[in-house]
């Protein structure tokens, strides 16, 4: 018998099951009658996606952002790591936090901060406007300070709050 290739994943998943489960036979096939009509929802099952698609999820994290710093004299280097762990690619991604009194941006890598204090919005450059599902870009900057080398206390991706790594 040859299988074709659409057969060829759920012989190789049966297989593996049947492995898992020290050699019992698992069905490959389920009968007519316990097939549910299309449309019909299945108990136990998710409701269907109403997401948009390149929107971040409507609710949970979308995202967890990893922030260190580094300090000397006036000045401080802020290391940011985005992740998206939606399902859904984030297009357009734009960072917002709130940058400690006394500091201000100098200088930025892999994005473009606006304003320089304050209230900072970081959004994405021409090629790193996508941020896939499990997908992370690193991006970063420069800034004096007054004395105050404090982190800040949320970022939100999109509008939707990261969790902080």
């Known amino acids: ?11 190789a998943a049966t297989l593996t099951l049947a492995t898992a489960l020290g050699g019992v036979s698992v069905p490959t096939a389920v009968p007519a009658s316990m097939t549910p009509p299309p449309g019909t929802a299945v108990p136990g099952s998710p409701p269907p996606s109403t997401a948009v698609p390149g929107s971040p ?3 949970g994290a979308a995202c967890t952002v990893r922030y260190s710093v ?11 790591t985005i992740t998206n762990t939606g399902a859904s690619a984030i297009t357009s991604w734009r960072l917002t936090f709130p940058l400690p009194a006394g500091q201000r941006i100098t200088t930025d ?24 599902p499990g997908g992370s870009i690193a991006i970063g900057f ?7 080398t404090g ?5 939100t991706l999109n509008g939707t709050p990261c969790s902080l790594t």
């Open 151 to 155: 982190s800040p206390s949320s970022f």
């Open 142 to 148: 420069v800034a004096e300070h007054t004395g105050g």
């Open 109 to 132: 890598w892999n994005a473009v901060y606006s304003p320089s204090s304050g209230t900072v919005t970081a959004r994405g450059l021409d090629d790193h406007v996508i941020l896939g």
């Open 1 to 11: 018998m040859r299988l074709r290739s659409s057969h060829l994943g759920a012989a």
């Open 70 to 80: 580094y300090t000397w004299d006036t000045f401080l280097t802020s290391s940011i």
């Open 57 to 59: 999820p409507p609710s």
